[in-house]
């Protein structure tokens, strides 16, 4: 909507904008009483750190990536992502995987190998800064559940420290690169009809950090994983209805292939979860 109006783009300030409307939000709920949490300590932040740096690390790959790949090679290698977590999952938590779990992983990847076939061309660069972001986001959600297990922090606490420190390590970012001055000399987007609409998307934000830990500490890397990869499908359904997005038959396959996989992956958590309960 104000990409015609910005001389470049503002990509990782207006995750910095989102991050300090998520601490604004967290902090306000505290201070009415909803919820409650220590106030800023060092220490804790320093155990939080490691999260956001892979996180960093994730989104600034996984934009890297996308300059030097088409969108279908990228969610190729996202499904190898969710296949890197779960074996990471195995190794260091002891998770134990269903067949099923590996069907779905594998159908997903299929269906995402089937969308990108009429796009081989894959650059050595690019094909580094791939693999980049596979590390970076396997380590970022197998971190993230040693995270919520070993700092003593309730889920808003967690919310707060990973917007305040996510501002932190990215604003200097976007002072580096540029974006802030872009923003400070753009008079057309200091409006409120902008703010708003940033503000809302931190509220959002704010939310999804906490279903994103409550996720992963309830679940596990594997599920979050999997999540991760069907709420693609949505996604490209409301672009579809909303932005008019065209949907390609090669996108219409992954979609198709991707709902399979999540019904097996479905499948084979109910079975697992009605063993161990003993029915």
Same mark, same amino acid.
């Given at each position: 909507?104000?990409? #015609? ?13 989102? *991050?300090? /409307? *998520?601490?604004?939000? !967290? ?16 220490? &804790? ?5 490691? =999260? $956001? ?14 300059? #030097? $790949?088409?969108?279908?090679? =990228? ?6 992502? $969710?296949?890197? &977590? ?10 134990? !995987?269903?067949?099923? =779990?590996?069907? *779905? ?8 190998? +089937? ?5 081989? @061309? ?25 995270? &919520? ?8 606490? %967690? ?30 987007? #200091?409006? +409120? ?7 809302? /998307?931190?509220? =959002? ?11 992963? /500490?309830?679940?596990?890397? @594997?599920?979050?994983? %999997? ?8 996604? *490209? ?7 008019? $997005? ?34």
């Amino acid at each position: 909507s104000y990409n #015609h109006l910005i001389d470049g783009d503002l990509n990782i300030l207006l995750v910095v904008f989102q *991050a300090i /409307a *998520a601490v604004i939000c !967290v902090e306000f709920s505290k201070y009415v009483g909803w919820v409650e949490y220590p106030n800023f300590n060092l220490r &804790t932040a320093r155990l939080w750190a490691p =999260v $956001n740096i892979l996180f960093c690390g994730m989104l600034f790959t996984g934009m890297t990536s996308l300059e #030097h $790949n088409s969108v279908p090679m =990228v969610t190729v290698f996202k499904n190898i992502t $969710n296949i890197m &977590t779960t074996i990471g999952d195995c190794i260091v938590f002891g998770a134990s !995987v269903e067949f099923l =779990v590996i069907a *779905a992983f594998g159908i997903m990847l299929a269906g995402a190998v +089937m969308a990108a076939r009429n796009d081989v @061309t894959v650059t050595q660069i690019g094909l580094f800064w791939m693999l980049a972001n596979c590390v970076c986001t396997s380590g970022y959600v197998l971190y993230l559940k040693y995270a &919520t297990k070993s700092v003593k922090l309730s889920k808003f606490g %967690m919310v707060f420290y990973n917007n305040v420190l996510c501002t932190v390590f990215l604003l200097p970012v976007s002072m580096l690169n540029g974006e802030l001055s872009t923003f400070l000399r753009t008079p057309a987007i #200091h409006t +409120m009809d902008y703010a708003v609409k940033n503000a809302f /998307a931190g509220f =959002v934000g704010f939310f999804l950090n906490f279903a994103s830990l409550n996720c992963v /500490a309830q679940t596990g890397p @594997t599920t979050y994983a %999997m999540i991760g990869s069907l709420n693609k499908v949505p996604i *490209a359904v409301m672009g579809y209805f909303i932005f008019d $997005n065209a949907i390609s038959e090669e996108t219409w396959t992954f979609i198709t292939i991707s709902l399979i996989g999540g019904i097996l992956y479905t499948v084979a958590t109910l079975r697992a979860g009605k063993r161990k309960s003993g029915k």
